[in-house]
């Protein structure tokens, strides 16, 4: 249930939605920054665990009422050191580790559970803990009955380590088969998968899962940002007399983000992106019934000094959104995920500088994750070539467009104040 | 599930009742002495949880083991001293309290759960830990979700204490309304009770639950106990020609018995109870379909000196259980409870010494708590007075008959070897 201020002020759609499931035990839930009354009415409603922890207090909040607290530490989003003293003051009890969302080379070159247990072990947590927060407790969170520990009568997949401070498997079991030895699967467990991988490591991905990018025709000029309001008209530099308008700015390994009131650079009464003042344009656009609708912004914090970067992951409408400082390249980089049906896409002066497509649903890769992970660092270096600094800056890209995570965010209907979760507009009233 | 044995060696009927209710998320466990790869098949069975743990190290493997271990404090079987080791080495995690049979007097002097809390503080458990044994813990172990702890959208009845160490509730919330202040219930409370007290505090029993006792004809001489291969049949003292017999030995605070093997007291080629050597004779009669079904045995451990005590509360088929030294005070004891449609009893000389009703199946008693305390104490005293010395004498006969607790037991088909599950003969073969 993501949508914790509907929750909290009883919106009748959110109602709705938990009616659905009233009848079930869990309700995983997503209360970045709630608190107080305003938390006790989400957990009231029903909702069991939370995810979306930034500091002990709020995580030990969440605890002291009864949520189980999820300690988080994905690509972008990296929680885990910051809450590891609540383990260490009141041990793992009702917590676990989760990853959310791991960029392919997050999964390779890091790991996943494994990279947070060893982060956790390396931090000072003793090692017993830190397995219960890696298995059993997902489980119990989850409300899943005898899996998570070696049992009689229990299921479990295991990784046989050498240590508990590496926490490198030497050997994995799957459903009591060696599937992997020493890092690698094991040609003579081959079926034991689910499925045989075909040559190549290419899946047929079925037509009517490609093609999903259904946008309505869109030029240049869609993404002018016609300055309100502006007294001089002079262009050039912010004036006192430039409108003050809200900027989302992004946070280096949160989703949070916060709002910041500046006055944008204006030229020709329109409001331009500005480089030298890491002001870049973002601009969602609808991209499933071809609706022509477009959210346009600006933010700051990736770096972003030439060109533009886009892609069709945008959490949870999943719509194209693109960062720009040349109007041009947004242009040119949703033209590129059209006719790619949908992936992640940098441009530069109109042409493509990397791009990876993803097939299924704009959303997914139907290549194997090692290639997937090779487009990725092409695709993050064309940003590092550009001035992008900002960490996993695709990842980050993908959750401006979420709008139940605070503080300013943006969708195709235009900015959003995540905190209420209402429209707001550029320009500051 | 009681019969530990029978899912241990797959008994077909042991099998179809966990196949009932294989859908259940939880079957509450029986499991006294189960260990090694018996209790890997018990608990791979389904088993969720155990009570019968009287030592660390039964307790601790079944915790390794998956099971939730309940740690027991009853009037009979006190195993929380001995058990909480284990909570001071390994913290409190997937433990709870409980008290499975406590007599009322237990419950009036000692109390229940705070009797628990009592000494498990006083034993320098943190009381931190001590409540979550007490409260959340059990809910847990039960899947009883948003209960036992205080947080938004949980229900709780709630305690106010002044203090952690005595645990005595000043004021006691039921459903949000005070119902208790200072040990006493809230007159004006009255109507947040479920059913208002009628006068007197007796409450109709309807008859379908009263003279449940239906016992075929019974006489002095079905106690008769003939002396199989007795060599010298000169009757007196035990001799070294006398049979070899199984005898129950009840121990003090405990459900389990052992197996002693001892040359009985023979008169007239019939065994006879020998209060000198602490040997009385035990019957248990079936009660509830007239068949005339009984089974007699030699018990050790009362103290019995003079006549006999008997009561309906015999688990789990709750026949009538006698024990005696005299052959007619088992006959008083048996028709007066045939009288009293159930209940507890005991006889000297033919008399009537003590008595308890139990109106309802002849297991539960229609008075107040505090009036069969005093009934209690009543039948107690009566029991001191002729030398039995075991604590709670009528709770422990009411679980010789409980063939599943090893090592010795009594049915109403004989004695019943509960370790491995099957009839044995009085005599050693």
Chains 1, 2 share one sequence.
């Not at 500091?55 to 809450?83: I, M, Q």
């Not at 000072?124 to 890696?134: R, T, W």
């Not at 490609?210 to 940002?225: D, I, K, M």
């Not at 959210?295 to 060109?307: R, S």
């Amino acid at each position: 249930m993501m949508n914790a201020p509907g929750v909290v002020h009883g919106d009748p759609h959110a109602m709705a939605t938990l009616a659905l499931v009233e009848t079930a035990e869990r309700v995983d839930g997503h209360a970045p920054s709630v608190t107080g009354r305003e938390l006790d009415a989400y957990l009231a409603a029903g909702i069991t665990s939370d995810h979306e922890s930034t500091t002990v207090r709020e995580a030990e909040e969440k605890l002291r009422k009864g949520a189980w607290v999820l300690l988080r530490e994905a690509s972008n989003a990296r929680n885990l050191r910051d809450l590891l003293p609540l383990v260490r003051r009141f041990g793992p009890s009702r917590m676990a580790f989760c990853t959310d969302d791991r960029e392919p080379g997050a999964l390779l070159e890091e790991g996943h559970i494994d990279e947070l247990c060893r982060i956790a072990v390396a931090d000072g947590i003793p090692a017993e803990d830190v397995l219960l927060l890696a298995s059993l407790h997902g489980a119990l969170c989850h409300g899943l009955d005898r899996v998570g520990a070696i049992a009689p009568g229990w299921a479990a997949d295991l990784l046989l380590l050498d240590d508990l401070v590496a926490f490198r498997p030497t050997t994995v079991l799957q459903a009591g088969r060696v599937v992997a030895r020493d890092g690698a699967p094991c040609p003579e467990a081959a079926h034991a998968w689910p499925r045989e991988p075909l040559p190549g490591n290419v899946h047929p991905t079925p037509e009517w899962v490609r093609q999903t990018v259904n946008l309505a025709p869109v030029g240049r000029e869609s993404f002018a940002l016609p300055a309100p309001l502006v007294a001089d008209g002079s262009g050039g530099a912010a004036g006192p007399d430039s409108p003050l308008v809200r900027v989302i700015e992004a946070i280096p390994h949160q989703l949070l983000t916060t709002e910041r009131q500046l006055r944008p650079t204006v030229q020709d009464d329109l409001i331009v992106a500005d480089p030298a003042r890491d002001l870049a344009k973002i601009a969602v656009l609808e991209r499933h019934h071809a609706t022509g609708r477009i959210g346009l912004g600006l933010v700051t914090g990736f770096g972003l000094q030439a060109g533009a970067f886009a892609g069709t992951i945008a959490h949870d409408a999943h719509n194209v959104i693109a960062v720009g400082v040349d109007d041009g390249d947004l242009l040119a980089c949703v033209e590129r995920l059209r006719e790619l049906g949908g992936g992640l896409v940098v441009c530069d002066r109109g042409r493509v500088i990397a791009e990876m497509p993803l097939a299924v649903a704009g959303l997914l890769s139907d290549r194997s994750a090692r290639d997937v992970h090779v487009e990725q660092e092409r695709l993050d270096a064309a940003l590092t070539a550009r001035g992008v600094t900002l960490p996993s800056p695709f990842m980050a890209l993908s959750f401006l467009g979420l709008s139940v995570i605070p503080a300013l965010k943006i969708t195709d209907h235009g900015l959003v104040d995540a905190t209420r979760l209402e429209p707001v507009s550029l320009s500051v009233d």
